[in-house]
């Protein structure tokens, strides 16, 4: 009896002690993981139609996914659109990540082939596809 318990314990505990955790590293925040997963998403364009007052820009999301996107649309559940101007996207954060804000920049000319998306931090002057992210709480 004491055998067949001891194999219990032995095949029970092995998936645990596979992967330990390492206590030098912070567990990543939902709100982390949030704004991780918006570096990789990409704006490409907007679309202004004639003869409407509603706009449209297109994302590419992380792998080659892209979708339409307006005003008070939600990308994922907590991020919703809130701003969609002529060179610029921004949406607010809802959830973990309450009060604050994520957008995307297009800089350059009309056909500028020197837009590669590459992304700058807040601090510095605007780049290339500049994505930043604010918090609005103080």
Known sequence: ??????????????PLQALPRNPFLLPASPCEAL???????????VFYP?????????????GKRWQRVKE???????VQ?????????????????????YH???QGG???KA???????TDVPDGAGERSRYSDVR
């Open 104 to 106: 995307w920049k297009i």
């Open 50 to 62: 004639t003869g409407s007052a509603e706009s449209i820009a297109l994302m590419q999301f992380s």
């Open 35 to 45: 704004l991780k997963r918006l570096d990789s998403w990409q704006l490409r364009g």
């Open 115 to 121: 837009y590669r998306g590459k992304r700058t931090d």
């Open 72 to 78: 008070g649309l939600f990308l994922e559940p907590d």
């Open 1 to 14: 009896m004491k055998v067949v318990s001891w194999m219990l314990l032995a095949v029970l505990s092995a």
């Open 81 to 101: 659109v809130t701003t969609l101007l002529e060179r610029q996207l921004r949406v607010s954060l809802k959830g973990a990540c309450e009060g604050r804000y």
């Open 110 to 112: 009309i056909n500028d």
